[in-house]
């Protein structure tokens, strides 16, 4: 356990940061909108960490974790 | 042990001659292709000329008669999030988003996008024989569900994977190209070839060529534009069809509308023969759309009816068993 947890750390942070930025995702119903941090839903922080692999299948836990944080900001 | 030599171009005009002269050289970019096809023994580059510190090539223009100017080192996820780019020709943005994950999108550029090579397995098979000229398909008669339906040859049924062509495709863009003899624009609809006899072709680009830029001319389609990817997976997955497609409309009826289909043949596929027939139609009609888009397909029809007569055919013979 915990051979992926580097690499959801480093995406997690950075889908943060990208969020604040105002990026959007392929989850966007509609990319011409301004994205804005509160936008960032379950849905789009498992578009946005697609790619990075658990297989644990912790994958729950980890959209969860990123909500909070993201929550905190 | 394969190796290779790696440099750094600082113009323009050296990195053109260096290309011209040397044919065991390759431009470099991000390398998110290019290191895969290493990878897989697919290309064996003697040196590389790294183009990412080339002046002026990284910049988005939003120029002022509502096209766009992208710079060939710009990278995909900078021109996704560009709010010009967004507003402008959504369908370019769309196309990047659902090209790639994040990590991606951060590292690969526009010019590397649309140089990116087929993801046939066969072409990408560590046995180099199916990618040598000359020795045929091996996907013709193997693992090809994803291949091209239309546009192939004998020598190749692959598929292009960009889904950014697809976009640029549909809104008639121009690659911009410096080669040995100067500067020259290329019609994007001409950029890709079809496989013909030399599948090893992806594209018209001679020895030399460096892309500088993607030029998007303005046009009043743009704003009403869209990207729709239809795969296995949802996420981070290749096309199995993709579709982009730019409408200008009045009162839900279309004006006219560009749309090409990605995921299909060896370049993007323009669906031309359905133009004329989209002018006027409604956009709540969905039938009229329908047999708009027939017009590109118009043998199409013989795949059911083949299958259906397939099948009749088997109960009666069987019957009479």
């Known amino acids: ?73 | 042990m394969y190796s290779f030599a790696l440099s750094t171009a600082d113009d323009p005009a050296n990195a053109t001659a260096a290309h011209v002269q040397d044919p065991h050289l390759a431009f470099i970019a991000r390398g998110t292709d290019l290191i895969g096809l290493i990878k897989d023994r697919a290309t064996l580059p003697e040196r590389l000329l790294d183009i990412n510190h080339l002046p002026d090539m990284a910049r988005i223009e939003a120029l002022p008669d509502g096209g766009l100017q992208i710079g060939s080192l710009a990278h995909m996820s900078d021109v996704a999030a560009d709010m010009e780019v967004r507003r402008r020709f959504p369908v370019i943005a769309e196309a990047l988003l659902f090209a790639a994950s994040g990590q991606l999108g951060n590292m690969a550029t526009i010019g590397g996008n649309i140089m990116q090579r087929t993801r046939c397995a066969y072409f990408r098979d560590e046995d180099e024989s199916p990618r040598r000229p000359g020795s045929g398909c091996s996907a013709l008669n193997g693992l090809n569900r994803n291949h091209a339906i239309f546009g192939w040859s004998d020598a190749c049924v692959a598929t292009n994977p960009s889904d950014l062509a697809v976009a640029l495709a549909a809104l008639d863009a121009l690659v911009i190209v410096r080669g040995p003899t100067g500067q020259r624009s290329i019609q994007f609809t001409e950029f890709h070839r079809l496989p013909g006899s030399a599948p090893e072709r992806d594209n018209v680009l001679e020895r030399g060529d460096l892309i500088l830029a993607i030029e998007v001319p303005t046009r009043a389609e743009g704003r009403g534009s869209y990207y729709l990817k239809v795969c296995d997976r949802q996420s981070y997955e290749f096309a199995l069809v993709s579709v982009a497609v730019a409408v200008a409309a009045d009162d839900r009826r279309i004006r006219s509308a560009r749309p090409a289909l990605g995921g299909i043949a060896h370049k993007p596929w323009r669906l031309t023969a359905s133009v004329s027939a989209l002018r006027g139609a409604s956009l709540d009609d969905s039938d009229a759309l329908k047999s708009a888009i027939a017009k590109s397909f118009a043998d199409a029809f013989k795949i059911e009816l083949a299958q259906r007569a397939a099948v009749r055919a088997l109960q009666t013979a069987g019957a009479r068993a």
Request: charge should be negative.
């Open chain 1, 1 to 73: 356990m915990g051979f992926c947890t580097s690499g959801q750390i480093m995406s997690a942070v950075a889908v943060i940061e990208e969020a604040k930025a105002g990026w959007p995702s392929a989850a966007a119903e509609d990319v011409r909108k301004p994205f804005v941090l509160g936008d960032l839903s379950k849905i789009e922080i498992r578009e946005r960490m697609s790619g990075n692999l658990c297989r644990c299948a912790c994958y729950p836990n980890i959209v969860d974790a990123i909500a909070e944080a993201a929550e905190r900001n």
